[in-house]
């Protein structure tokens, strides 16, 4: 949160700054209408109080911000060059976007914050579970140093105790009262409650012993068995999409990603990718338009996707060449199954989205840039889309080496 999140939000206002300069340019004084937004409010007169400085906490040196400072303009035509709807961006931020720190020493006086609309910036605001602390001051020039707490804005299998994001959100309220002496009992029996709930509807529901870490500063006493992997059990309520499945279909390339659980909903004439540990039973037409390919997370194997690539792609283009459409899926539906969907895309279609069978692939270097474009296009489309670093270099990996595009025999 400290650089990462600044250089984003500085990157994205020197984007939007950049596309609002060459949308009033192009639409001169001489052109007689002023549509799109009455040209986002006369861009010409807002440009110049459209912000694009970098914002860091004040942790951050100043050397260190000034090396950041000289990546920027590379990092903004990256941006600008991988594809990203940059125009719906622009035409829904009012405000260029502005990050702020709050901490467990943080003090705001309620009654002393300005209404919103008088501030002119959006505010992205940045919560730190951390705790600040004096011990490294000798060493840095600022006031400001942190003690982390491991987990607490990642890895959310390590520290969440099973709690899913639906059940905390349902029982937000209920967590956070119970304060910080009940607070683990209170998710014990909410994540017990949702367990009960699941196997009695025949869902999957497994029971996993999590024990307390130590040194976590903790002072309950309550012994942890909380139950992870909630989240196998089927679709939960207002997961669907328009599409009645929950699935993303991306465009018109007859490919489609989703969790494992939904694809058991989708109809018989789909071939199925299914990238989860477990295997699931589904009608389809034929058996062999099914392919279980269990591939593990890179946390855990570094290189189980790199290994089951090639067997994912000759699938693929074994369906896709007699037209079937291609549903790939995993646990989440937002990790593997999306880097699958990528080296597919990346290997079969052109820059257009159109099937051609590894031709421009054939033709083309891949490059980083060049998969960042076609990311960005199914992140259009699958908007929950995740794929973890770990997973993409394994990608990146199998493609620029030229070993992954597979060949079907006729």
């Keep these: 949160m ?13 984007a939007i700054f950049n596309y609002r300069t060459r949308l009033y340019r192009h639409d001169s004084p001489e052109n007689e209408s002023t549509t799109s937004n009455e040209k986002i409010d006369n861009v010409g007169h807002h440009s110049s109080f459209w912000d694009c400085s970098l914002h860091l906490p004040l942790w951050v040196s100043e050397t260190e911000k000034s090396m950041i400072e000289k990546r920027l303009e590379h990092w903004t035509n990256e941006f600008e060059a991988s594809g990203a709807d940059i125009a719906s961006i622009a035409l829904s931020l009012r405000k260029p976007l502005r990050p702020l720190w709050i901490s467990q020493r943080t003090v705001i006086w309620l009654n002393e914050v300005p209404e919103y609309d008088s501030w002119d910036f959006t505010p992205i605001i940045l919560v730190s579970a951390s705790s600040s602390s004096g011990i490294f001051q000798q060493r840095t020039t600022s006031e400001f140093s942190w003690n982390y707490i491991s987990g607490a804005g990642d890895d959310e299998e390590s520290w969440a105790r ?25 998710i014990a029996d909410l994540i017990e ?26 002072t309950s006493e309550f012994p942890i068995e909380e139950l ?44 199925i990718l299914n990238c989860d540990r477990e295997s699931f039973s589904f009608s389809l037409d034929n058996p062999e338009m099914y392919l279980h390919l269990p591939i593990m997370d890179s946390k855990f194997d570094r290189f189980s996707l790199l290994r089951n690539l090639p067997s994912a792609l000759n699938f693929a ?3 896709l060449i007699k037209g079937k459409t291609l549903l790939i899926c995993c646990n989440n539906g937002e990790d593997i199954s999306i880097c699958i969907c990528l080296a597919i895309l990346t290997s079969f279609y052109d820059e257009a989205g159109h099937f051609d069978e590894g031709k421009s692939f054939s033709e083309t270097r891949i490059t980083k840039s060049e998969l960042r474009k076609r990311l960005v296009f199914i992140c259009k489309y699958a908007v929950n889309a995740r794929p973890s670093r770990g997973n993409l270099k394994q990608v990146f990996a199998c493609l620029s080496g030229g070993g992954c595009v597979p060949c079907v025999s006729s």
């Design 162 to 186: 099973g709690l899913s994001p639906n059940v905390f959100w349902k029982h937000a309220y209920d967590v956070i009262s119970s304060g910080p002496e009940l607070c683990n009992q209170k």
């Design 317 to 319: 283009k074994s369906q």
């Design 228 to 271: 992870l992997e909630l989240d196998n059990g089927t679709v939960a309520e207002g997961e669907r999409l328009s599409d009645g499945h929950g699935i993303s279909f991306l465009g018109s390339t007859n490919t489609a990603v989703g969790k494992s659980r939904l694809a058991m909903e989708v109809p018989p004439a789909y071939c």
């Design 193 to 218: 409650k949702e367990r009960v709930r699941r196997a009695q509807r025949g869902e999957i529901a497994p029971q996993v012993s999590v024990r307390n870490l130590k040194g976590s500063g903790s």
């Design 2 to 14: 400290s650089k990462t999140i600044p250089i984003w939000t500085c990157v994205l206002n020197r």
